[in-house]
Structure formats: structure tokens, C-alpha cells
């Protein structure tokens, strides 16, 4: 294959980050109608407490092996095998990996089902002096951990899915999950006698309509795997020695999450649910845009290695960095600015009570001061797992998981003494430990001369701070106090929700226009070599 030619040229990145950020979007915005709905069936009690810890571990681990050091790990080798072996060599990697994978998590899941009260201890030591709550969650986690099996492979064929540039249909499947949780606690839980159980079951069929949603596309690619245990093949071998470090690296906010789980276990009933509710409002932004930003760049940067392009690998990262700030820094003023009037909009209604807002609020804002750190994260783990570097990722990551823990024990008991808040340290130190994640990977792709500065940044940087100062003066002005809020019906609070965002991000937008910053100038680099599009001095 010639320097100039692509089997499947992919589509410039503004459009692919646009198409992946709208089904996205469109995930998020019914997660936000799954988590209403959830709030109000289960509030912040002990049940939903022992169904978000039951959630969440298979959630964890599938950020692990799906979306996280799998990825990072398969899709680089995928572009080499395709770029030297063609088809037939894909076909053969996909075939074993899909085997050699399916037989782990297979094991791992019939293991779990069997241990699972072992497990509860594990992530809920907190529970083990409650014994209704730790018996509940354990049999939770039988019927939720088999999702881990069924959506790592569904995250496996939609790597494959994205390395072909077919993103629209990975991104559209997060959705049903979502429906099928909706679905659960609208149709199912009133037939059950504790609602928890009717959303496990949601969360276990979530799984398998997944898998099977994206089966066809792979067809059409010849690419359905046929699973083969083979632990010798070479690419299998390169994605295990890539993906052992990486289970670390690419995944310490989420093990920092799941830390502060723990912790939370030990905290007043409730703080699971208040940092469950608060987390999953600053996961809108990243969900939206930077792991759209990061799930397009990752094969393209894969490709700029693979045919050393070093200059186009640079622009790629710097286009990536400035377009996660360009949404993360607003977003986080935002939520800062509006957190409880979002909360009482969307949450309180059922069995959420105001003081379980009033909790959350706190957690939320604590949660959105790192809302920048955690997108830039997305963004720049894939500069060295593209270029198969992952021990840098991991010694960064290390560092950063210390001094989350030095953050929680400072933070969680000070606040818990002083204000009884200790789940606002939780939050609070995952965002520092986050901060301190992104600055040191920047540092070390500075470093390597993988990263560089465009000459724009200081004219992008006046732009976006005054745009912020416009926006964040505008919406505390304008903005109601909680009583206001907490008065109003949901028709009320969604349209005066509804209208101060879009306030915000017409001051937001327009600020940014008066300053002379222009649509061309997001657009992402060049096409090189059938990879990316769009004008190479945005």
C-alpha cells in the first residue's frame, strides 16, 4: 500500500467527534431520564445504595476491559495488522482475541456469581456491619456482573467498528442501556417486590441486546468473530503485553471513582447515592464530547505512528487538548454555578429529598472543578497508547493514585468531622488526583516532543477566558435561589433550566465571536494519508 492511499479512508475528525459526540449526546440525555426515573424509585436509600454498588463494579471493570486498557491496547495492533497483513490477518487477530477474551471474563464471571458476597466485602467493606444491605448487594452482583462478559465483548466489536470508521454505531449503543434500565424500572419494578432486583435484571438484558445490536455491522465488514482460544498468536501476545500496563494507566479516574466507593461504604447512608447522582452529572461533558474526541483520534493516531507521521501526530493531540477545554472549561463553571438548581430540575422528585439535593450539590461541585482534568485525560492517554507506550501512563498513574489517597484520608475526615461531608472530600480529592494525572502526562508528551504547542494557544486562551468571565457573571445573576426552584413544578424547573443554559452558551458562543474565534478554527488537521480532514493551521 502506497504512502498516499488508505483501504477505508476515515472521515475528517470535526465530523467524526460531531457524529460520535451526537449519539452520544443523545445517550446522555436518556441516562439523565434513566437516573430521573431511578431517582424517584429508589431516592437515596439503603436498596439503591446496594444497586449503584452492584452497578457499579461491572460498570468499573467494563471500563477496563471495553472502553479503557483493551482498547488502548487493541486498536493500535489492529492498525498494524491491517496495515501490513490485510483482511485475512485481521480477521485471524479478531477470531482470537474475541476468544481469548470471552474465555477470560467467562471464568472471571462464573468465579464472581459464585464469590459474590467475597466481592461486596471487597468494594463495600462498609456494608459487612449492615447485614440486610451487604446480603442485598451480594445477590445483586450475581445477576449485574455478567454484563462485564457481555458488554467487553460488545466494546471489543465496537473497536473494530471504530478502526474501520464506522463510529455512529458504537456510540448509538450505549442507548440501550439506558432503555432497557427505563424500561426495567417503569414496566418491571412495580412486579417485583424490591424494585432493586427489576434493574439488575434491566442492567443483565442491557448486556445481551448489545452484543447482538452490533453483530450486523460487523458482518457487512466480514469481521464477526468466530472466538478461538490461541494464546501464541502474535497480535494476541502484543495485546495482552500492551494491555497489562495499561489496565492501570488508562483507568486511574475510574479507580479513583471506585475508591471513593469504598470509602463511601463506611460514610452515612445516602453518600453513595449523593456521589452516584453528582458523578453521572459531570459525566454529560465527558461523555459527549472528550470520549468522542479521544474514540476518534485513536485510530488516527494509531495510523499517523504507523506511517510516521510525527508532525501530523502533534496537530492531532494539540487539536484534541484545545477542543476538550474549549467545552470542559464552561461546562465546569456551569456546574459549579448551577448545581442545585440542576439537581432539583431533574432529581427531586419521589423519593429524593431535599436534603439528599442538598448533599449532592455539594459533591457535584466538587466533582466539576476536575471536569477539565478528567477530559483532558481522554485525550492525551492516547498519545502514548497509539504509540504503544504504556509504562509511561503507568508510573504517571501511580503517582496519581497516591496522592488520591493521601487526598481521601486529609480531606474525607476533615470534612467528616468538621461539616459531616465526607463524601464532598471524595469528590473533592478526585479531582486533585486528576489535575495531577493530566499535568504529568501533558509533561511527558512535551517531553518526548509528541506534544506541541500551536501558535494559536495564546490567542485561544484570551478567547476562552473572557467568554467564561461573560457567561459565569450572566448565570449568577439570572439565576433563582433554591427556594425558586424547589417551588416550581417539573414544567417550571425544566424550561427555567432549559432557558439558562442556553443563556449561558449564547453568552458563551457569542463572546467567543466577538473575540474573532471562528468555526474554521476547530477544525481538526489536515488529511494525511486518507487520515483526518479539514484544514491543517486550525
Not at 156 to 172: D, W
Not at 343 to 352: D, E, I, N, P, R
Amino acid at each position: 500500500m502506497s504512502d498516499g492511499e488508505d483501504a477505508t479512508p476515515r472521515p475528517g475528525l470535526l465530523r467524526s467527534s460531531a457524529v460520535v459526540g451526537t449519539m452520544t449526546m443523545l445517550s446522555r440525555v436518556l441516562g439523565l431520564a434513566r437516573d430521573i426515573i431511578l431517582a424517584a424509585v429508589l431516592g437515596a436509600s439503603s436498596n439503591a445504595d446496594a444497586f449503584f454498588i452492584a452497578f457499579k463494579i461491572p460498570n468499573f471493570l467494563r471500563r477496563l476491559f471495553a472502553e479503557g486498557a483493551f482498547a488502548q491496547a487493541f486498536v493500535p495492533v489492529l492498525a498494524e495488522c491491517r496495515e501490513e497483513g490485510g483482511q485475512a490477518a485481521v480477521r485471524a487477530l479478531v477470531d482470537r482475541i474475541a476468544g481469548v477474551l470471552g474465555g477470560v471474563l467467562t471464568l472471571l464471571t462464573l468465579l464472581t456469581v459464585a464469590a459474590a458476597p467475597v466481592v461486596a466485602s471487597i468494594f463495600a467493606p462498609g456494608y459487612i456491619a449492615q447485614p440486610e444491605k451487604f446480603a442485598l448487594t451480594s445477590d445483586l452482583i450475581r445477576i449485574t456482573f455478567p454484563y462485564l462478559m457481555l458488554i467487553s465483548l460488545t466494546g471489543m466489536c465496537g473497536a473494530i467498528l471504530n478502526s474501520y470508521g464506522r463510529f455512529a454505531v458504537p456510540a448509538f449503543t450505549p442507548v440501550l442501556l439506558n432503555v432497557a434500565l427505563i424500561t426495567a424500572a417503569l414496566v418491571a419494578a412495580p412486579r417485583f417486590p424490591d424494585p432493586a432486583f427489576a434493574l439488575a435484571w434491566g442492567v443483565f438484558m442491557a448486556g445481551v441486546v448489545q452484543l447482538l445490536f452490533q453483530l450486523p455491522f460487523l458482518y457487512e465488514l466480514d469481521l464477526v468473530p468466530r472466538p478461538r482460544w490461541d494464546t501464541r498468536h502474535a497480535g494476541v501476545r502484543r495485546v495482552l503485553t500492551l494491555m497489562v500496563p495499561a489496565l492501570f494507566g488508562v483507568s486511574v479516574s475510574q479507580l479513583n471513582l471506585l475508591l471513593d466507593t469504598v470509602l463511601a461504604s463506611f460514610l452515612p447512608t445516602g453518600s453513595v447515592s449523593w456521589l452516584y447522582y453528582s458523578d453521572r452529572l459531570t459525566e454529560l461533558p465527558l461523555g459527549v464530547f472528550a470520549i468522542a474526541v479521544a474514540t476518534v483520534i485513536m485510530p488516527t493516531l494509531s495510523a499517523q505512528n504507523a506511517a510516521a507521521k510525527g508532525d501530523d501526530y502533534a496537530r492531532t493531540l494539540d487539536w484534541a487538548v484545545r477542543s476538550v477545554l474549549l467545552v470542559g472549561v464552561p461546562a465546569s463553571l456551569a456546574l459549579l454555578i448551577l448545581a442545585e438548581p440542576i439537581l432539583v430540575a431533574l432529581f427531586q422528585y419521589g423519593a429524593l429529598s431535599t436534603h439528599d439535593i442538598s448533599m449532592a450539590a455539594f459533591s457535584l461541585r466538587a466533582y466539576s472543578v476536575g471536569l477539565g482534568a478528567f477530559m483532558l485525560i481522554k485525550v492525551l492517554a492516547p498519545g502514548f497508547y497509539a504509540r504503544q507506550d504504556m509504562k509511561t501512563p503507568v508510573r504517571i498513574g501511580i503517582w496519581a493514585m497516591g496522592a488520591n489517597m493521601v487526598f481521601n484520608l486529609i480531606l474525607v475526615f476533615w470534612l467528616l468531622r468538621a461539616y459531616n461531608l465526607g463524601h464532598v472530600g471524595l469528590a473533592l480529592a478526585t479531582s486533585a488526583s486528576a489535575f495531577l494525572n493530566a499535568a504529568l502526562l501533558w509533561r511527558g508528551l512535551c517531553r518526548e516532543q509528541v506534544y506541541r504547542f500551536d501558535p494559536c494557544w495564546s490567542r485561544y486562551l484570551r478567547r476562552l477566558t473572557a467568554a467564561c468571565v461573560v457567561m459565569g457573571l450572566g448565570l449568577v445573576l439570572l439565576t433563582p435561589d433554591v427556594a425558586w426552584w424547589v417551588a416550581r413544578g417539573w414544567q417550571g424547573r425544566a424550561a427555567a433550566i432549559v432557558g439558562l443554559c442556553a443563556l449561558g452558551l449564547g453568552l458563551f458562543v457569542a463572546t467567543l465571536a466577538l473575540g474573532g474565534m471562528r468555526l474554521a478554527d476547530l477544525r481538526a488537521p489536515g488529511r494525511v494519508s486518507g487520515v483526518g480532514g479539514g484544514r491543517r493551521d486550525a
